[in-house]
């Protein structure tokens, strides 16, 4: 049995993948992408009627009761419409992202170039002679403090 991720091969009975951690388990239910598309589409139309909205009521507000000049109405309007594009085109990109996605593919074996080669044999180490351990000849053990004169 191999990964769907990453096509290495996984031992039976394993819930996540050793080497890249992508969930084995089988879905039972398909997925369906239409209650998500439908929730970016609902996002995209509020958030534009709000938007268009804040940017003109603010602007009769700012005019009329707050008595600003047409400078300072008209750069409110346009920073309001700036974030308002700026937001909507993030939420299409997201939107077009997950209309474009595809499900994830079953590998039946993987690639043959791209096996690792993990399994080989580790070089030899030869080992130097011990380090003293830092902490050596520096604690007290308990025998010498019970010959410690009371203070």
Do not use: W
Request: charged share 20%.
């Amino acid at each position: 049995m191999f990964c769907s991720t990453c096509g290495t091969t996984i031992t039976p009975g394993l819930s996540f993948c050793n080497r890249c951690g992508a969930s084995l388990k089988e879905r039972t239910e398909p997925v369906t992408k239409t209650g998500a598309i439908t929730a970016f589409l609902i996002a995209i139309t509020l958030i534009a009627i709000v938007g268009l909205g804040i940017m003109l009521g603010g602007a009769l507000t700012l005019k009329r009761d707050a008595a600003l000049g047409e400078d300072v109405v008209g750069m409110f309007m346009f920073f309001t419409f700036f974030i308002l594009c700026v937001t909507e085109f993030f939420l299409a990109r997201q939107l077009s992202k997950l209309i474009g996605s595809k499900e994830p593919k079953h590998i039946s074996a993987p690639p043959p170039a791209t096996i690792p080669n993990e399994l080989r044999a580790a070089p030899a180490r030869v080992l130097q002679e011990a380090v003293p351990s830092v902490t050596e000849n520096t604690t007290r053990t308990l025998e010498y403090s019970r010959n410690e004169p009371p203070r």
